[in-house]
């Protein structure tokens, strides 16, 4: 994620002789600071009016929860399972109160479906969405599609609806699994796992009925046996070869009024791969389900508020991505209640990450003096110091961080940067590598670990950490850059960063903030291939970067030498698509005007990046300075309108900038 830092990764994988889709994903937050996420995975399958939507639920709900009905026939008496009964809008309903690992969509015209399957561990929430088949949805059909077909779409996420998010701490990192099964003949579903997907009815005649299972396997099962049962014993047993290849059935006569039956699939060994007894689910009691309409939850009128109902709205608004909001709600609760630590610490937390660090660190140093083991006030408080110039300060902090919680893989990141900046590379090497058997998931510290076995010469170290790294995250542009300087292989890196030049920065970035200023260098002033690039449209050439320039002149004097021609050459590009959002361009931009305070462009693209963190002030000064030099920028003044309106000034004033 360009802006925030965060990185998802998805593999599919696709074994030899297996019949099923596996689908492991890793979510993992690489930056400095905290970050809000949530996920889904979501397939499209197409349907015809016939087609059943197999959930294992008894109850959905409604986006937020604001709703729960019965399922498959809601309060309306519609049987929302079959497609063709979709006639009043959009279905777009969650799982509520199901804890079974699968669901499917069930083709009868084909004898045919798709099955998803993931742990509730991994992915517990289920959704079910349809187009409808009203007026509208018909216009989505011709919208969306070549012949006016329609399809459901399968979603499994994190959390119980899609309003729900949470939060990724600095270098975590969390991982799950799902599978995708194809299904055909076997009339309908009742069980799936990774191993195998079955169906199990009665056709009843008079007094007696005959039981059938179909059985579907994701892989050869030679000598597997499969088993029928009822209280009373084995209605049918046998060993049998199962490919994917073959629909397995088999039945068994059973009285009309036999109690469950139940099916079981086991390998040579005996283990068990399947197993289900009818009409028998996990399913959260139904007396604890409750229907219809949930109550509103009341907000208080903030002069009524407590310092808890403070927090959460702060809390709420921050989770929804209203970084800027969230703030001002846990300023405003921290004029109500000025002794509140729980607000100090997050309004500080929260400034730090918006870049306003100034503000931040008084409120998070009376947080940790309150607080001796506040190790997050501590942390980002450490941050705050760091861009602010205060190295030791944050040292001594960072080194308190990293003794044990959460934080510490972040805190061993920042001491090993300081160690390589101050020439200790063996230091920083160290603490790196101890970093890593703490913090496996840490992806962010193997990369740093390869640099630094580089940087000493320790090719065979830096190979080997750039081995397991790249098997766990192979895509990565900081990993391929590293390779590239390693084994001289990759060399299509160049291609990749070519199309997006905040990938080039991204990566100096790293370089730079562990003193590694010849690598940073030579991707800054790198000539980059024109052909083979796959980039988005409108997207700048690194050439024509003035944010590759700005830092290439910056890193020059980091060896004494002068960078004013690049700081000269970046000051006649253009800014549109440059949105500059990491702590070291203040740095960088401040080096620049250093070098010739005229640079309008220079002024344009720090006031932007003030504005990002809600710095009006900071943001309108450095606007108008740059519209003093220039005036013919149109967005300066386009800039200074919204960001008037935005923060509530007087209209006159937004009216004069545009």
Do not use: C
């Not at 709420?316 to 405003?332: D, I």
């Not at 192979?474 to 160049?494: A, C, H, I, K, Y």
């Not at 370089?511 to 590694?516: A, D, K, M, N, V």
């Not at 002024?603 to 013919?632: K, Q, T, V």
């Amino acid at each position: 994620d360009r802006v925030y830092g965060l990185q998802w990764i998805v593999q599919l994988t696709l074994r030899p002789g297996r019949a099923v889709l596996e689908q492991n994903t890793t979510l993992y937050n690489r930056s400095d600071v905290r970050r809000r996420f949530y996920w889904w995975t979501n397939a499209g399958v197409r349907v015809t009016d016939d087609s059943r939507i197999l959930y294992p639920m008894r109850f959905t709900a409604s986006h937020g929860f604001r709703d729960v009905d019965t399922w498959p026939v809601d309060r309306r008496g519609t049987d929302n399972s079959v497609v063709g009964n979709h006639r009043f809008g959009p279905v777009s309903r969650f799982a509520h109160g199901s804890r079974e690992p699968w669901m499917a969509v069930y083709h009868p015209s084909a004898d045919a479906g798709v099955v998803h399957y993931s742990s509730p561990a991994d992915l517990p929430a289920k959704k079910i969405w349809s187009w409808s088949s009203d007026a509208d949805g018909l216009d989505w059909r011709r919208a969306l599609s070549d012949d006016s077909s329609t399809y459901v779409e399968i979603q499994a996420g994190l959390f119980r609806d899609q309003e729900t998010y949470a939060y990724l701490q600095p270098q975590e990192r969390i991982r799950f699994s799902a599978y995708w099964l194809p299904v055909r003949q076997l009339g309908g579903l009742v069980r799936a796992t990774p191993d195998a997907a079955v169906n199990l009815w009665r056709e009843v005649s008079g007094d007696s009925a005959t039981a059938i299972v179909a059985l579907n396997v994701t892989r050869a099962l030679p000598d597997a046996s499969v088993e029928l049962r009822s209280a009373r014993g084995a209605v049918s047993s046998g060993r049998i070869a199962l490919t994917p290849a073959t629909t397995y059935r088999t039945s068994g006569r059973v009285a009309a009024g036999e109690g469950p039956l139940t099916v079981t699939l086991r390998d040579r060994n005996g283990a068990v791969l399947l197993t289900h007894t009818e009409g028998v689910f996990d399913y959260t009691p139904e007396s604890l389900i409750r229907t219809g309409a949930t109550p509103e939850q009341r907000v208080a009128p903030p002069e009524r508020r407590t310092e808890g109902e403070w927090l959460e709205a702060g809390d709420e608004l921050e989770r929804n991505g209203a970084m800027l909001g969230a703030l001002a709600a846990y300023r405003a609760g921290l004029a109500r209640f000025p002794a509140s630590l729980p607000l100090e610490r997050a309004a500080g937390r929260l400034a730090v990450s918006e870049m306003q660090y100034a503000a931040a660190e008084p409120l998070l140093f009376d947080a940790l003096a309150r607080h001796s083991t506040d190790y997050e006030s501590a942390y980002y408080l450490a941050l705050a110091r760091l861009v602010l110039g205060d190295t030791l300060r944050a040292r001594l902090l960072l080194e308190q961080v990293q003794q044990f919680g959460v934080l510490r893989p972040s805190a061993v990141y920042w001491l090993a940067a300081l160690d390589a900046r101050a020439g200790d590379l063996a230091g920083a090497y160290a603490r790196v590598r101890r970093g890593m058997q703490d913090a496996p998931g840490a992806a962010r510290l193997a990369g740093v670990a390869a640099m630094l076995a580089r940087a000493q010469g320790r090719t065979p170290d830096a190979r080997s950490v750039l081995t397991t790294a790249r098997a766990a995250d192979p895509v990565s542009p900081f990993l391929r850059n590293e390779v590239r300087l390693t084994w001289g292989r990759d060399t299509l890196v160049m291609a990749h960063l070519a199309a997006d030049p905040e990938r080039i920065l991204e990566i100096a970035t790293e370089y730079i903030r562990f003193g590694q200023y010849r690598d940073a260098l030579e991707l800054l002033a790198a000539t980059y291939p024109t052909s083979g690039v796959v980039s988005e449209p409108g997207m700048p050439r690194p050439e024509r970067y003035p944010l590759i320039a700005y830092y290439r002149g910056f890193v020059r004097e980091q060896f004494g030498e002068s960078g004013a021609a690049d700081f000269e050459a970046a000051s006649r590009m253009p800014t549109t698509y440059v949105f500059p959002n990491r702590p070291e361009a203040f740095a960088v931009l401040a080096r620049a005007l250093a070098a010739n305070p005229r640079d309008a462009t220079a002024h344009h693209l720090l006031g932007n990046l003030a504005m990002s963190g809600g710095m009006l002030d900071s943001a309108a000064s450095e606007w108008r300075r740059a519209a003093a030099i220039e005036p013919r920028i149109p967005t300066l003044h386009r800039n200074l309108g919204y960001a008037f309106l935005s923060a509530g000034r007087p209209a006159e004033e937004a009216r004069a900038a545009f």
